[in-house]
Nanobody, 128 residues
């Protein structure tokens, strides 16, 4: 069993930054693929960035490349998403997910489903 808890959402103005955290509780060693996903109102859930915590391989969707950075703190069982230069179109509920390493990180993000575990989500709103 694994529980994922996200922290760090909020309301920011365009151009500002936020850092999201995803902390894992439970038996984490089998679930070494961690991803950040988001879902805006009326839209499908989409992969934002995914990482393999064993080999450090990462994937970013094109719209966030150069602005978002995913990072790992294995000692804290936490994955971070640093989001810079935020835009109104980044507004969404952000979810983290954990999965067995059965796919590449790109496929984990692009396919979205299935994932073994999901967090409850945290709202990010970018508005002036």
């Amino acid at each position: 069993q694994l529980q994922l808890v996200e922290f760090g959402g909020g309301l920011v103005q365009p151009g500002e930054s936020l850092t999201l955290s995803c902390e894992a509780f439970g038996f984490t060693s089998d679930y070494t693929a961690i991803g950040w996903f988001r879902q805006a109102p009326g839209k499908e859930r989409e992969g934002v960035s995914c990482v393999n915590t064993n080999d450090g391989s990462t994937y970013y969707r094109d719209s966030v490349k150069g602005r978002f950075t995913i990072s790992i703190d294995n000692a804290k069982n936490t994955v971070y998403l640093q989001m810079n230069s935020l835009k109104p179109e980044d507004t969404a509920v952000y979810y983290c997910a954990a999965d067995r390493p059965r796919r590449t990180v790109e496929n984990m993000c692009v396919m979205v489903y299935p994932q073994d575990y999901w967090g409850q989500g945290t709202q990010v709103t970018v508005s002036s």
